[in-house]
């Protein structure tokens, strides 16, 4: 059991932050299946840009029930950045997490993501602007460098915790190895044995022994799943309860299914919904929860009312 600000966790299973992914309604059926957090996808911080539609249904809340909403921020600007965590608090935000560890070109070419590991005396200004503005939690995401070798970690570990944040999460990765190779979590496991805040450990857990063995060897707080969710929101299920594997067949493995892609349609409306919707079907028939035999038909029809129809066995 730990605490992210007046948050107490049991499990410590979150659901990694993921672009394009991370919607409400993949959050929504994680959650339900016992990911204990589910940060939203990252939003740019500046909130003069936030009226896109692609930022807006990104800032799409659960209002509808009490989960912990998490916000997460990614930019370099300190003064921009602020005022957008400020926004995201007065929207109702729980959360503030700042991303150091996009390696995306798009991002670090502006200097934010995991850029911004290279410049401690940056990341301080930003923690520092941030904190001045809100009154909810702020935790941080970041690589474990910028390449492999540099102990960037424990640098950052000293300003978060120096400037007061809740939690950090470490990808066992460094900005260099993008997604390539093993995550490590020897770095992972330095940080947390001098940590005074909750650490939370993330890269390439995939199943309950493989949480069981980061957990062990890093001594993390909690764990973070990313890529092992898609397709399969039940591994929160199978790593918190010590279940059996969840049954494929079962009538109600489709009704979920359904139920995450009317919320796709909800959120990005019908024309919209059945094209995003494809590639979280290709994720359920490539986990063997739909038959690969309809992949041809699911990913080419156009209509909403015969992609909900052809889930089923
Ligand atoms: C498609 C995709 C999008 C991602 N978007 C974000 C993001 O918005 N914010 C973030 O902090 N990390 C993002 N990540 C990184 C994940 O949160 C996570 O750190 C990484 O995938 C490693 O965990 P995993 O091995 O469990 O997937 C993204 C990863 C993927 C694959």
């Known amino acids: 059991m730990f605490k992210i600000g007046p ?6 299973i979150f659901l990694a932050p993921m ?8 959050r929504l059926i994680c959650q339900k299946y016992g990911a204990e957090l589910a940060p939203m996808e990252m939003v740019i911080g500046d909130a003069k840009l936030w009226q896109s539609k692609k930022t807006l249904s990104r800032l799409n809340f659960d209002q509808q029930n009490n989960n912990i909403k998490v916000i997460q921020l990614v930019g370099h600007d300190e003064h921009l950045m602020s005022e957008a965590a ?18 995306a070109k798009k991002v670090c070419g502006n200097y934010a993501g995991s850029a911004l590991l290279a410049f401690p005396a940056k990341i301080k200004k930003i923690f520092e ?5 809100i009154s909810i939690p702020l935790t941080v995401k970041i690589r474990t460098g910028s390449t492999r070798e540099d102990n960037t970690a424990l ?15 470490i990808h066992g990765r460094s900005r260099e190895c993008k997604f390539k190779g093993s995550a490590e979590y020897h770095t ?16 390439d857990i995939d199943s309950q022994e493989k949480a069981r063995k980061v957990k062990e060897f890093t001594g993390a707080d909690g764990i973070m799943i990313g890529r092992a969710a898609l397709g399969n929101p039940w591994i929160f299920s199978e790593i918190t309860c010590n279940e059996t594997k969840v049954d494929k067949n079962s009538n109600a493995i489709y009704a979920n299914i359904r139920s995450h892609i009317k919320g796709i349609y909800a959120l ?23 038959s690969a035999q309809k992949k041809p038909i699911l990913l080419s029809t156009e209509c909403y009312k015969r992609q909900l129809e052809l889930i089923s066995c």
């Not at 602007?129 to 503005?133: D, E, F, G, H």
């Not at 992972?188 to 890269?203: D, L």
């Open 86 to 103: 400020y926004q995201a608090q007065e929207m109702g935000a729980n959360i503030i997490d700042i991303n150091l560890g996009c390696p």
């Open 155 to 169: 640098d950052v570990l000293k300003i978060a915790e120096d400037f007061g944040l809740s939690a950090m999460t």
């Open 188 to 203: 992972i496991r330095k940080v947390k044995q001098v940590a005074r805040i909750p650490i939370i450990a993330n890269g």
């Open 129 to 133: 602007a941030i904190q001045n503005k």
């Open 268 to 290: 990005y409306g019908k024309d919209r919904g059945v094209k995003i919707s494809r590639k979280h079907l290709c994720w359920y028939i490539d986990n063997g929860y739909l």
């Open 19 to 26: 672009s394009g992914i991370t919607d409400k309604p993949f």
């Open 7 to 12: 948050h107490e966790f049991k499990s410590g």
